[in-house]
């Protein structure tokens, strides 16, 4: 199968979770092909990491995964 993949970087903002708001870095993904197309997104803080990922899968489902206060 081929893919084709697109990724964008976003301009800093700050996103509000469940630890505080952080300064996050966002980056934005598209997977291309014969099947159809999924899209990511992906929220960078330079302390804790990916604090989330949103993926969008070809059937139309959504995954969020997001850092949680332990």
Same mark, same amino acid.
């Given at each position: @199968?081929?893919?084709?993949? &697109?990724?964008?970087?976003?301009?800093?903002? &700050?996103? =509000?979770?469940?630890?505080?708001?952080?300064?996050?870095?966002?980056?934005?993904?598209?997977?291309? !092909?014969?099947?159809?197309? /999924?899209? !990511?997104? #992906?929220? #960078?803080?330079?302390?804790?990491? #990916?604090?989330? @990922?949103? #993926? =969008?899968?070809?059937?139309? /489902?959504?995954? /969020?995964?997001?850092? &949680?206060?332990?």
């Amino acid at each position: @199968m081929h893919l084709t993949h &697109n990724y964008r970087k976003g301009k800093p903002l &700050n996103y =509000e979770s469940d630890i505080g708001v952080l300064e996050c870095i966002p980056v934005y993904a598209a997977s291309t !092909s014969y099947v159809g197309t /999924t899209k !990511s997104e #992906f929220w #960078f803080n330079e302390t804790y990491g #990916f604090v989330k @990922m949103k #993926f =969008e899968t070809i059937e139309g /489902t959504t995954i /969020t995964v997001e850092l &949680n206060k332990p």
